[in-house]
């Protein structure tokens, strides 16, 4: 599948194609950054490949990338406390403004998928050592 128009690919000295692929990582990256997101929501296939530790930057992201334009999904955890309406627009900026300039692409949408609300855990305080320690010898 090729992401950008013929006429767009051709230079003076060879042609430019943009994988899809790279547009996922840069959609990821930019959700990633947005203040409230807590994590990617990826599905079986990116726990697998973390699993085996691989890092995968396009977790939780879909494009769908035409001869100008593209069309993105990303599926976020949202942490407790964010309003999500605000989170999911700053993501659709965010994402929009990533690809477009590093692209040239146009996006058209930007869908968020909220699958999942992460709960802040409490800090467990750990007593120290000196405290739980029993002095064993005399």
Do not use: C
Not at 102 to 117: A, K, P, Q, R, W
């Amino acid at each position: 599948m090729s992401t950008l128009a013929t006429e767009y690919e051709k230079t003076d000295i060879g042609t430019i194609q943009i994988a899809p692929e790279v547009i996922e990582v840069i959609a990821g990256l930019a959700t990633v950054e947005v203040h409230g997101v807590a994590g990617m929501s990826g599905g079986f296939g990116g726990g697998i490949a973390e699993l085996l530790g691989r890092k995968n930057l396009s977790k939780g992201v879909k494009v769908e990338v035409g001869q100008r334009e593209a069309a993105v999904d990303v599926s976020i955890i949202v942490e407790f406390g964010n309003r999500i309406p605000e989170v999911a627009g700053a993501i659709q900026r965010n994402v929009k403004q990533a690809i477009e300039s590093m692209t040239g692409l146009s996006v058209v949408e930007v869908n968020v998928h909220i699958h999942d609300v992460q709960f802040k855990t409490a800090d467990k305080q750990v007593p120290q050592e000196e405290d739980t320690a029993v002095q064993r010898v005399k």
